[in-house]
């Protein structure tokens, strides 16, 4: 089987005492593409994951690698039998050998001299050549990642299947971790899912994504598609934080700007500090995040909306604000 195959997921479910936690669920992962599964605890993406691994029988559907089918009601081939290089938050590494012969553990089919050569390749490929003598527990949380990355690259799996893979890591270790391994992964060209309940981490790293929510694949896209043109308000809302306004609360420049609807979603982007902007609002509230400075707007007595700025400055509550709207974050409610 070639690696640069798609694998699809056609039409897929999946009953735990009746109750369908993946439903009817179709995907397909293309070679030397990345595609983030994204959703909520308890959405089913780690079972639809499992059922792309052959961990799980399927109750309908079917999973193919390329044109042949590898799950059905009538078939199924062992997880085992299927080259697939599965990755969990846990890194699951061998404890006894180091990073080299963990990397060669499975590569039965070559000679001890081209097994070597192999693994130091990945293990080069994900910045660890230095660490190739290191045993695991002499290795960080993210070097056992990226061990685990390059021993399922180096056995050429037909996919790269990820649960989860970088959530267990300190968040200052993360985006290399991730900027790395991801880059190995695209650049090895097989098919790869990552799991993930973090939008951006979706966002940054994967070229498609499949947002999930009960089991169900509520859209599929690029994520700039998903974020800009979201299907529904679940989609939205899984892809950044939303807030709701009355269409009645909104300045009447910006109600001749948005298509009609009597409730809005508006990103935080979508309202911006512009002293040509077309309102002045008050600030009840503002606080610096980092590098964004987060601020509350008054629109009526019961109403705010969100701003995010840059810059020196933190407004105070009191402080009028000049400010536009950027319709492209404006979602009509439905
Ligand atoms: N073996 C099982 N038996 C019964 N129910 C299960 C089993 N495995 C998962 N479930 C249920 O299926 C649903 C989906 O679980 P799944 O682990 O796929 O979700 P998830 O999106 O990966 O969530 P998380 O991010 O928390 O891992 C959950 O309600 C879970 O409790």
């Not at 479910?13 to 599964?37: C, F, H």
């Not at 639809?48 to 999973?63: K, N, Q, S, T, V």
């Not at 609002?281 to 606080?287: H, P, S, T």
């Not at 601020?295 to 400055?313: D, M, Q, R, V």
Request: glycine share 6%; with cysteine.
């Amino acid at each position: 089987m070639s690696k640069l195959q798609p694998i699809h997921a056609r039409g897929v479910t999946r009953r735990y005492d009746g109750r369908a936690v993946v439903q009817d669920a179709s995907l397909t992962l293309e070679p030397g593409k990345i595609t983030a599964l994204l959703g909520q605890s308890g959405a089913g993406k780690s079972t639809l994951l499992r059922l792309f691994a052959g961990l799980e029988p399927l109750d309908a559907g079917e999973i193919l690698h390329g044109d042949v089918a590898v799950s059905s009601l009538s078939k199924h081939v062992p997880a085992e039998e299927r080259q697939i290089g599965l990755i969990f938050q846990d890194f699951a590494l061998f404890p006894h050998l180091n990073a080299i012969d963990n990397v060669g553990f499975g590569l039965v089919r070559q000679n001890k001299d081209k097994r070597r050569e192999t693994a130091r390749h990945w293990l080069d490929r994900l910045g660890l050549s230095h660490r190739a003598k290191a045993y695991p527990h002499e290795l960080s949380g993210g070097e056992q990642q990226r061990v685990s990355i390059a021993r399922a690259l180096a056995a050429q799996p037909v996919a790269i299947l990820m649960d989860e893979p970088f959530s267990g890591l300190d968040v200052t270790l993360k985006s290399e971790v991730r900027r790395t391994a991801l880059a190995a992964v695209a650049e090895a060209g097989s098919p790869a899912l990552l799991v993930t309940h973090d939008a951006s981490e979706a966002m940054r790293a994967a070229d498609r994504i499949a947002v999930m929510s009960d089991g169900v694949i509520l859209q599929e896209d690029t994520p700039e598609k998903l974020y800009l043109e979201p299907v529904s308000m679940a989609v939205a809302r899984a892809l950044g934080p939303l807030r709701s306004v009355r269409r009645n609360a909104l300045p009447e420049k910006w109600q001749a700007k948005v298509p009609l609807a009597e409730t809005y979603c508006l990103r935080p982007e979508a309202v911006r500090l512009d002293p040509a902007g077309d309102a002045m609002l008050e600030v009840v509230a503002a606080q610096r995040t980092s590098s964004l400075i987060e601020i509350e707007l008054k629109l009526t007595e019961t109403e705010t909306i969100h701003a995010l700025a840059l810059g020196p400055f933190t407004p105070g509550p009191g402080d009028k604000l000049a400010v536009s709207l950027a319709p492209e974050f404006v979602f009509a409610a439905r």
